[in-house]
């Protein structure tokens, strides 16, 4: 199993569902793993009765609430020290505790995702504050600009944190009508894709080419969004 990092104070659970039924429809077997302190997945993913910790199946794939390491998840399943039979988890974390408790800095690939306000960025960065060694991150930003100083401000805001800058940069444009299409989401409980602006579905397709190269091809996640209506 292949662990991906979704790191950062900015509200990304909407991003990494997306991702997660991409990867489903590719015939991936995908757990989602909701470590953020808000737990929004609780509330934006139907469950028949959501406790304290549990999992769920939502568009063909897993997603588990309230889980403080990998272990616990396993102790959950009662499989012991097994490996969990998963092709990939995507975890969702905002705060240096879980970065910790899942030992995040093992992941596969980590993405550090952010809007320009300053609650998201400082709040991003401080959860990478315990690190002691480099961390290599794919900058995954959300703007309504798109210009170079947002850029250039966060490089200036992590200098002094052990981050290592993957050359790659993905930009997702802030727009009212992509909002319009998560919120529709929730309430039908789908994900839905295909009315999302061109620019975020190619955001998408370019992100999900730098974190799962070679696993999936480049046209096939292409002509998965163009089918999830």
Same mark, same amino acid.
């Given at each position: 199993m292949k662990i991906i990092g979704f790191l950062g104070g900015y509200d990304k659970i909407d991003l990494v569902l997306f991702i997660a039924k991409i990867l489903t429809v590719a015939k991936k077997k995908i757990l989602l793993i909701d470590a953020t302190l808000n737990q929004k997945a609780k509330y934006v993913v139907p469950s028949i009765n959501p406790t304290r910790t549990y999992m769920t199946d939502f568009e063909g794939f897993d997603v588990a609430v309230g889980f403080k390491s990998i272990e616990e998840i396993k102790e959950y399943l009662g499989i012991g020290n097994k490996e969990l039979d998963y092709d990939f988890a995507l975890i969702d974390i905002d705060t240096s505790e879980m970065f910790q408790s899942f030992n995040a800095i093992k992941n596969? /690939?980590?993405?550090?995702?952010? /809007?320009?306000?300053?609650?998201?960025?400082?709040?991003?960065?401080?959860?990478?504050?315990?690190?002691?060694?480099?961390i290599k991150l794919t900058k995954v930003l959300f703007s309504k600009n798109m210009v170079k100083e947002e850029n250039?401000?966060?490089?200036?805001?992590?200098?002094?944190?052990? !981050?290592?800058?993957?050359?790659?940069?993905?930009?997702?444009?802030?727009?009212?009508?992509? =909002?319009?299409?998560?919120?529709?989401?929730? !309430?039908?409980?789908?994900?839905?894709?295909?009315?999302?602006?061109?620019?975020?579905?190619?955001?998408?397709? =370019?992100?999900?080419?730098?974190?799962?190269?070679?696993? !999936?091809?480049?046209?096939?996640?292409?002509?998965?969004?163009?089918?999830?209506?």
């Open positions: 596969y /690939a980590n993405c550090f995702v952010t /809007a320009f306000d300053l609650y998201s960025l400082k709040k991003g960065l401080e959860i990478l504050s315990s690190c002691t060694v480099p250039e401000y966060l490089d200036y805001l992590s200098l002094g944190y052990k !981050i290592k800058w993957d050359d790659e940069i993905v930009n997702f444009p802030i727009e009212l009508g992509n =909002y319009s299409v998560t919120v529709e989401n929730q !309430i039908v409980s789908r994900i839905k894709i295909k009315r999302l602006s061109d620019h975020y579905k190619e955001s998408l397709q =370019y992100l999900m080419q730098i974190i799962f190269n070679g696993e !999936i091809p480049t046209k096939e996640i292409s002509k998965i969004i163009k089918s999830l209506d």
